[in-house]
């Protein structure tokens, strides 16, 4: 509807309506990823991100066009792709006239994952500090209201730090922070949840502490299932696909079964 009407309206209806489409395509970009089955999501996430940049520049909207960004840096980052996923994190930065302290410790923190695939861990962990000095106060609601990065609370963070230790091979770095950021997470926050369940299900597995890892696995598993994210599922995946080389262990056959029926 918001694209036919961008066709044939004129100003002002075609500014006011510039802005709204901005947020609905960021949002579809964000559920084909969180959904997401095959490539084809995956481009359309790419697709849409590319469309709501497109329109809130058009619109003026600084403060979306540096989000498309930072979302953008999310995706080269998901692909493996450091030097883009540092590049667009530093030009989110760019739009310091419009960034909320939430905004730049989330694109901080992403800036941080792209060192981390680059193998950099002072650069990494030093940007995962500043990041922090920008952090989000947890929302009880869970609904955004507070604007662009407000999941960049304290709790994120940390669990992000574990994952750039996973990144960069340490395992058993990544544990105690996970288990910690897992603690501190509001329970209202059930895909952030399922993410770090799944990624100590990992970083135990990889550990060699498979036990210990089943019961996260099946938690995180739960938390796909039950609300649909992909993305958990295909972490949970990751984290099962860990321990399948110790099915004798009490529960990992099960885990296996469980993420083959998904």
């Not at 497109?54 to 403060?63: C, H, I, L, M, R």
């Not at 030009?91 to 410790?105: G, S, W």
């Not at 950021?181 to 509001?186: S, T």
């Amino acid at each position: 509807m918001l694209q036919e009407l961008l066709e044939r309206a004129d100003q002002p209806v075609r500014e006011e309506a510039l802005l709204l489409a901005a947020r609905y395509a960021e949002s579809a970009a964000w559920l084909h990823e969180d959904c997401a089955a095959d490539a084809a999501d995956a481009a359309q996430a790419a697709h849409w991100t590319a469309q709501a940049m497109t329109w809130s520049v058009e619109a003026g909207d600084d403060a979306m066009t540096a989000w498309t960004l930072f979302r953008r840096a999310q995706q080269a980052t998901a692909s493996g792709q450091s030097a883009p996923s540092i590049s667009l994190s530093r030009a989110v930065q760019r739009y310091d006239h419009v960034l909320t302290p939430q905004m730049r410790a989330a694109a901080l923190q992403q800036e941080a994952h792209g060192y981390a695939l680059a193998g950099d861990e002072v650069a990494c962990h030093r940007l995962i500090d500043q990041a922090e000095s920008f952090a989000a106060q947890p929302e009880s609601a869970g609904d955004g209201r507070s604007g662009h990065g407000d999941f960049a609370t304290p709790a994120y963070l940390e669990g992000q730090r574990a994952n750039c230790w996973l990144l960069l091979g340490r395992a058993d770095l990544a544990v105690p922070i996970l288990s910690t950021a897992l603690a501190a997470m509001p329970q209202i926050y059930r895909r952030d949840r399922g993410l770090l369940q799944a990624r100590l299900a990992t970083a135990h597995a990889r550990t060699g502490e498979v036990g210990q890892g089943v019961d996260h696995a099946r938690q995180a598993l739960n938390v796909a299932r039950s609300g649909g994210s992909t993305r958990v599922l295909h972490e949970t995946i990751a984290a099962v696909d860990a321990m399948r080389s110790c099915r004798d262990t009490p529960g990992v056959a099960e885990l296996i079964r469980a993420v083959a029926q998904s």
